[in-house]
């Protein structure tokens, strides 16, 4: 994910049930974190930062992460990195749970959750590169396997000489890799889903408490987002951020047209019908809530 801001002077807490549009919310909310190692956004790892440098104020002050990952073998990264890395801040919270965008989702919906068999693809790959490992994982299973293709296409055509930058200088067992079919070198869990909303109340949240949303969910952030706002009609965050290089135009635009509806300026905004970013090479679209004022970052207990 893109790197979109540069934090300036941090503002008050000062959370009620109902705050004030121009008053910070209390929560960060992470979907699709991954094990919190390859987050570039400066957003989220400013939370992670203050939370973890300031664990006692941060948790006086009611401040919450959540940092909400599906699949199960990642999860074991991610609380790993939350006790090394952030040393196990009370304020930072992995939650392993696979969001929706289905009414249906009430604690007994399931659905396959595919993804990479990373050990065995180790095996023939020693050194493939993190995101094949650890990042391409889906409910679509036609995603996981194309974005695994493009990765063995790319390998398969590479110079050692010159790597390419999708396969990160992969060097694998070619022969052992044609022998396999694509297939072998992925798998599926039944998980359990939730709704955004159940997702809140399952961690003491309300929709107001949540001051950033990002959402890095393969495919999926549009409906998470879309289906996030029409059951929580109290989620005004001030910062909302987003994935959107894996959308259609169509989405894309209509996900940005929803976020203008409701009071975002974005980095992408819609001209003549068509959303243009200001940041091509960017996978995010970053969206601030105009009717709450400008991101000044972590909302710090004690300081005006």
Not at 179 to 184: A, F
Request: charged fraction near 15%; include cysteine.
């Amino acid at each position: 994910m893109l790197a979109v801001l540069i934090l300036s002077t941090p503002l008050v807490s000062g959370r009620t049930a109902h705050h004030h549009l121009n008053t910070p919310g209390r929560a960060l909310v992470v979907i699709g974190a991954n094990d919190a190692t390859s987050n570039d956004n400066e957003v989220v790892l400013s939370w992670l930062r203050f939370c973890a440098d300031n664990s006692a104020a941060a948790e006086a002050a009611g401040l919450k992460v959540l940092l909400v990952e599906p699949n199960p073998d990642v999860y074991a990264s991610l609380e790993r990195t939350v006790s090394k890395a952030y040393r196990s801040a009370a304020s930072i919270v992995p939650v392993n749970m696979l969001v929706g965008a289905n009414s249906r989702a009430a604690g007994s919906f399931t659905a396959r959750f595919h993804m990479v068999n990373s050990t065995l693809l180790l095996e023939d790959c020693p050194n493939a590169p993190h995101w094949v490992l650890h990042q391409l994982s889906s409910l679509s299973l036609a995603h996981v396997t194309d974005g695994l293709q493009g990765f063995i296409n790319c390998v398969q055509r590479s110079n050692p000489d010159k790597p390419r930058p999708s396969c990160n200088g992969s060097q694998c067992n070619l022969p052992a890799m044609r022998r396999r079919p694509t297939k072998s070198y992925l798998f599926h869990r039944t998980v359990h889903i939730a709704t955004f909303a159940q997702l809140l109340q399952k961690n003491r949240l309300e929709p107001a408490d949540v001051d950033v949303l990002a959402i890095d969910a393969q495919g999926y952030d549009a409906a998470i987002l879309q289906h996030a706002f029409a059951e929580s009609p109290d989620l005004f965050p001030r910062v909302v951020i987003f994935e959107h290089s894996m959308l259609s135009p169509a989405v894309k635009n209509a996900t940005i047209e929803l976020l203008e509806r409701r009071g975002f300026a974005t980095d992408c905004p819609i001209r003549n019908g068509r959303a243009t970013c200001r940041r091509p090479s960017g996978q995010d679209v970053y969206a601030t809530q105009t009717q709450r004022g400008l991101y000044m970052g972590v909302p710090m207990p004690g300081k005006a």
